[in-house]
Nanobody
């Protein structure tokens, strides 16, 4: 069982930057693929970025070059650094942990980008 707690959301102007963090507890963090997803009002939840347990990263096309995902297994933490934010980045951002089909979600943190 993994518990995930996100922090760092807030309100930012378009073009600005914001960082999110996700602290995990429950053990075995290094064995999980960690992901960030987001869900805007009226839309489905979508993948933003992944950091696999093997060290690979994947980004949604819409955030490539603007967002960076990182992790520190010693700190049981994954981060999402967001820059050049756009109003369409407004959403609730969720941290996700996946291992062998077991999936865990954080409670989400709101990111609002004003134009």
């Amino acid at each position: 069982q993994v518990q995930l707690v996100e922090s760092g959301g807030g309100l930012v102007q378009a073009g600005g930057s914001l960082g999110l963090s996700c602290a995990a507890s429950g053990g075995g963090f290094r064995l999980y693929t960690m992901g960030w997803y987001r869900q805007a009002p009226g839309k489905q939840r979508e993948l933003v970025a992944l950091f696999t347990r093997g060290g690979g990263t994947t980004y949604a096309d819409s955030v490539k070059g603007r967002f960076t995902v990182s992790r520190d297994n010693a700190k049981n933490t994954v981060w999402l650094q967001m820059s050049s934010l756009k109003p369409e980045d407004t959403a609730v951002y969720y941290c996700n942990a996946e291992r062998f089909g077991s999936i865990y979600w954080g409670q989400g943190t709101q990111v609002t980008v004003s134009s």
